[in-house]
């Protein structure tokens, strides 16, 4: 629980439901302001995003795969070439172990065709 020492109750009994509201909201109501920091361990230009060659109908195959997925359908514009930029392409066969339980992955997987047991 927060406790805030400066916020005061409004004299609510001469005011309507509304006025008490607004006063209360307006007392209340805090701003907050994030940003990324930048400096000697996080440079602004120390990040180049990969970028692998894929025609243009893979291309657009990923975004769409990446749009219907509600992690990354809020991604706009350039955000989202970004990620699929640097996405490759890899085909596994039947039998091909693609993922072992309860190792640590550090890879997304898109699924196109085919299923995965």
Known sequence: MIIDDD???PEIES????EALEITESQ?????????VFGK???RSSFTPKLIEKDEQTYQRLRTR???HWIFNSLQGED??????AMKEETY?????????????????IIDKGSFR
């Open 80 to 85: 989202k070439d970004v990620l699929v930029k």
């Open 41 to 43: 361990y996080n440079k």
């Open 93 to 109: 066969g039947k039998g091909d172990i693609v993922i072992k339980q309860n190792e640590k992955g550090n890879r997304l997987f």
């Open 7 to 9: 916020f005061v109750l």
């Open 15 to 18: 005011l309507s439901v509304t």
């Open 66 to 68: 990446l749009s219907d």
């Open 28 to 36: 209340t109501s805090r701003v907050s302001i994030s940003a990324e």
